[in-house]
């Protein structure tokens, strides 16, 4: 069985300005985007489990069961995936040996959260019992930069051997996200998750 319903009040709103830029010379090509945005509102089906990113949309869902779960519960406030900044910057240069050098440079700010507790409501279970307004807090923002390496070899009768590197994360920057919002866990306050780590990926492919 399922319920499809309208909540009483709720709203969301979505602001952006955005700026791209883009130059190619002869060997080099350089593109770059920033985003400026704010995300806030009072229904958020992305924050309703102490999961992150749970996506109970469909299905079942914690928000307006019980008390400290309707929209007016502190519920108003920047919602989850709200980054105020992002910036992006790519390029690559292409050298006298006819491969292209590139690299990817991502800048983001954190993701938003904030603490939850039952005790409060009267209730002994905190998911979605906000204690503070929604989004009161931030992550620590995200930077990395990924290089890659690619050369295509004529290996003759029409045959191509193309190479690629890629260096992921350069700098090994494991930022945390998904900072556990219960109030009586011994872990409250601390990421849940890590971006990746360092990684190298070789690859190898034939064309004809």
């Known amino acids: 069985s399922f319920v499809i319903a309208e909540l009483d009040d709720t709203f969301t709103s979505y602001n952006e300005f955005s700026v791209e830029a883009e130059w190619q010379g002869d060997r080099t090509y350089i593109k770059a985007s920033y985003v400026w945005s704010h995300y806030y509102g009072n229904f958020d ?12 949309f469909i299905g079942s869902s914690n928000l307006a069961d019980g008390t400290g779960r309707h929209t007016w519960d502190g519920k108003e406030g920047k919602l989850l ?10 390029g690559y240069y292409t050298t006298d040996w006819s491969a292209n050098i590139g690299a990817y440079l991502l800048y983001q700010s954190g993701d938003v959260w904030e603490a939850w507790n039952g005790t409060p409501w009267g209730f002994g279970s905190d998911t979605i019992r906000f204690t503070e307004p929604a989004g009161s807090r931030r992550s620590p923002s995200h930077w990395q930069l990924d290089l890659n390496y690619t050369q295509d070899f004529d290996i003759g009768d029409g045959y191509k051997l193309g190479f690629r590197a890629d260096l992921f994360n350069v700098f090994d920057n494991q930022t945390g996200y998904s900072y556990n919002p219960l109030e009586d866990s011994s872990t409250f306050g601390e990421p849940r998750r890590l971006f990746n780590p360092r990684r190298l990926q070789l690859s190898v492919n034939v064309s004809f």
């Open 81 to 90: 995936g709200d980054k105020p900044h992002v910036l992006k910057v790519y």
């Open 45 to 56: 089906q992305d924050s309703v489990s102490t999961g992150n990113d749970a996506n109970l």
